[in-house]
């Protein structure tokens, strides 16, 4: 028997073995079903049945045809060259480069990105005279994706499937917006699938020659195909008179990806569409040990609408930890626990790389960055950009900047028209010129300009807000600076700045998709402040940590979001924040109810069959919602894991005794394990709960910033402390924690 075949047991041999005809894998996570899919693709070259072109192979992310490709040479033992091999997109992109005639475009078409688009379409809405404060173009951009994942083109739309968008036009709109991108030779990425299926319904001809040059096809994680990719793969896969070489594999229990229109029915249509079809069912898994099978299969029993596979540890070491639940009194907590379990597994010889720390929502990383800096651990942050790079939070670390430091022209113009205020080229130029002449900052140059009154109309109103806003902020710091006050001063000029400029209203008013998200970063950013006793001292932090290495070796932790771990595995995972409408997700369960719940438990499931070896779950008993605190409860998720699958540890320093005191401790401010709490709440929330207990001289203390110290003496709010490394410093009290010794 060849050698590759060896690797595989009966079941996945027989999925490699079975090369004609129609073939459904539909296994459990980690029972090889990538395997079996990359060993197939080289068995069809390896036996002959077909070169390197003449078979089409799909993956989920870009990340995954790189690796199948790589697997593919290693069994082939030379590298292999002309794949069709990749997403979706890339696949379709490739063919209508070659067709795009035929919808209007040549082959040298620009592929739009989503500001592109979104400009585009309100252009074609203004033509329309819509008003567009009452009907957002982010939301009927979203109309219009929709319609294009289930391969609707505006010809297809019946009246009844038109949304009731301005009045029933945005099925017009959506034709004018096609044409648009017509003139200008141009797809968005919705269009790369919509066009080439509609060229393959249309075009015999094109289809017949794709028949021809495809004999096999292979489709990894098809439980997440949405419509429109459906209907492609049975385009090229059903052939008058011939059998369909097609080779499905996936799994109804990691469907996740629903709110982008996936459809798990593709899976149970698939003996239907293709009559004959073998179905082969996969049970060992190869990946996790036993309790983290155990763990993950429990906890996916909950759901309903399941099709049920067995499961069960194929592994010969499986026998290994418990799924450790670890429950810490707060996200700092959390971070630092996190950090040193993976110094530890460090030390203990375990590489980063085969660490992950898995979060729900993109805002989660930030805690763990700052902790991986502080430690000095090299990490990356997969499928998305480090907390620090995002836009948003870099625009709002120019509002900081600008308030702070009013000659900070680099910020100032970042700013200055975000939102937009009128201020055009020509206003602009105007500005650098008068900045220039009067050797002063741009801040300076406005005000210059607004007193002679070159600036006129709608720019000098808005700048002079803009000014205002800014002017009183300097105010409010100057105050807190003075002491008047104790902080948090700074965090509530920070939200004030915020929301009086308009920044946050400009991403509440977007109705784009990843306008929540954003939005939970700017709230997660102002949190961060509260590690700080002055904006100066955070800005210089932020300063710091984006300088940070982008060039450390290979050698480390993953953070990415649970959607984007889909296929991978490591050694060690970390899976935290499980806390009642963190994860689950509020907002999901709000707008799908049940049915988000399920999809939000198999996000739990494809969480924790991502580890080999360990699987640590934590939960925080509060968050901070700004500088308020806020109460959470478990996941309910950590319930449904069973019991002897699962090792239940406390925190390594105080939660447990301040969580048995909380209650009194703050006296009425945290209505703990009253509701389920929201996990984002209403963006108007400053203020700070005062903290009560006191701590006495001797008590072991870590504060952010200065790390571990020892309190001297303390009075009021104000602690004198003892740091380890920063030495001796007065500290406002409620930015230390008790720590044990
Ligand atoms: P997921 O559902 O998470 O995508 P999967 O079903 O695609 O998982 P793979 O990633 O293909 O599973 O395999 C999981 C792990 O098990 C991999 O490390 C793989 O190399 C290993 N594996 C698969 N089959 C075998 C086998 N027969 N013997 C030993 N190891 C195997
Ligand atoms: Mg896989």
């Known amino acids: 028997m060849t050698s590759y075949l060896e690797r595989l047991n009966p079941e996945q041999r027989e999925a490699v073995e079975t090369v004609d005809g129609p073939l459904l894998v539909l296994a459990g996570a980690g029972t090889g079903k990538t395997r079996v899919l990359t060993t197939r693709f080289a068995h069809i070259l390896l036996s002959g049945r077909a070169s390197p072109g003449q078979v089409l192979a799909v993956t989920f992310t870009n990340r995954a045809s790189r690796e199948m490709r790589e697997r593919v040479a290693v069994i082939l033992g030379r590298p292999v060259e002309g794949l069709w091999l ?72 019946t009246p009844s499937e038109d949304t009731d968008f301005a009045g029933g036009k945005a099925r017009q709109i959506y034709g004018d917006y096609q044409e648009r991108l017509r003139q200008l030779n141009a797809a968005d990425f919705g269009d790369l699938m919509l066009h080439i299926v509609e060229i393959l319904r249309t075009r015999p001809d094109v289809l017949a020659q794709y028949h021809r040059a495809f004999r096999y096809i292979l489709v990894d994680e098809y439980q997440d195909t949405n419509t429109i990719q459906y209907l492609w793969l049975r385009l090229l896969a059903q052939r008058e008179g011939f059998p369909s070489n097609i080779c499905c594999v996936g799994d109804d229990d990691q469907s996740i990806y629903s709110w982008r229109g996936a459809e798990v029915e593709n899976i149970l249509r698939f003996e239907k569409d293709f009559p004959g079809a073998t179905i082969v069912r996969l049970e060992s898994n190869y990946r996790s040990t036993a309790p983290i099978l155990g763990a993950a299969s429990g906890l996916i029993a909950h759901n309903e609408g399941r099709m049920g596979k067995t499961l069960r540890p194929g592994r010969e070491d499986s026998q290994g930890d418990k799924v450790l639940i670890a429950s810490v009194w707060d996200s700092d907590e959390e971070a630092r626990l996190v950090g040193e379990r993976i110094e ?159 920044y946050i209203d400009m991403w509440k008013r977007d109705k784009s998709p990843d306008a929540p998200g954003r939005l939970d970063n700017l709230k997660e950013l102002v949190r961060a402040l509260v590690d700080f006793e002055t904006l100066g001292g955070f800005l210089e932090h932020v300063s710091l940590v984006m300088e940070n290495d982008e060039n450390a070796g290979a050698d480390r932790v993953n953070l990415m979001t649970l959607h984007g771990a889909k296929g991978l595995e490591f050694d060690n995972v970390f899976l935290p924040g499980w806390e009642e409408g963190l994860f689950p997700s509020q907002r999901t369960m709000d707008e799908s109810g049940n049915k988000g719940l399920e999809e939000e438990r198999r996000l ?76 984002i709440e209403s963006w108007e929330q400053p203020g700070r709960a005062p903290r009560s207990d006191t701590l006495a001289p001797g008590t072991r203390v870590f504060h952010q910033k200065f790390g571990y110290g020892i309190v001297k003496s303390a009075d009021d709010n104000k602690l004198d402390v003892e740091f380890e490394k920063a030495g001796f410093k007065r500290v406002l009290d409620n930015y230390v924690q008790q720590v044990s010794e």
């Open 344 to 502: 530890q597994l460090h030390r203990e010889g375990n590489t980063l790389s085969e660490m992950a720390i898995l979060v729900r929502a993109g805002f989660q990383t930030r805690a763990f960055e700052e902790r991986m800096i502080t430690l000095g651990l090299p990490y990356r942050v997969i499928g998305g950009m480090r907390f620090y790079e995002r836009a948003e939070i870099r625009d709002a670390i120019a509002y900081m900047r600008a308030m702070n430091q009013p000659s900070d022209d680099l910020a100032f113009e970042r700013i200055i028209n975000l939102p937009r205020r009128g201020v055009g080229d020509v206003a602009l130029s105007a500005l650098h010129s008068r900045a220039r002449a009067d050797r002063v900052p741009m801040t300076e140059a406005v005000l210059r300009l607004l007193a002679d009154g070159t600036l006129k109309g709608r720019v000098r109103d808005q700048l002079g807000q803009l000014m205002a806003t800014l002017e009183r902020g300097r105010i409010g710091l100057a105050e807190a600076a003075q002491g008047e006050q104790i902080a948090p001063v700074h965090i509530r000029v920070v939200e004030t700045l915020l929301e009086e400029s308009g």
């Open 604 to 679: 739990a499931y494809v969480g924790i069959t991502r580890a080999r070896k360990r699987a640590l779950i934590s939960h925080a008993a509060n968050r901070r919602i700004y500088a308020n605190w806020q109460s959470s409860i478990p996941s309910r998720f950590i319930d449904e894991i069973p019991e002897e699958h699962a090792e239940r540890m406390g925190s390594t320093s105080l939660a447990r005794e301040q969580l048995r005191n909380a209650p009194t401790v703050f006296s009425g401010q945290f209505p703990l394990m009253a509701k389920r709490p929201r996990a």
């Open 86 to 157: 990749g997403t979706f997109h890339a696949l379709c992109a490739r063919m209508l480069r070659r067709h795009a005639e035929y919808v209007g475009l040549t082959s040298s078409f620009t592929i739009l990105d989503t500001d592109d688009q979104l400009r585009l379409l309100k252009q074609v809405m203004e033509l329309h005279r819509i008003d567009i404060k009452r009907w957002p173009a982010p939301g009927l951009m979203g109309a219009i994706q929709r319609w294009k994942d289930r391969g609707l083109t505006p010809d297809r739309i």
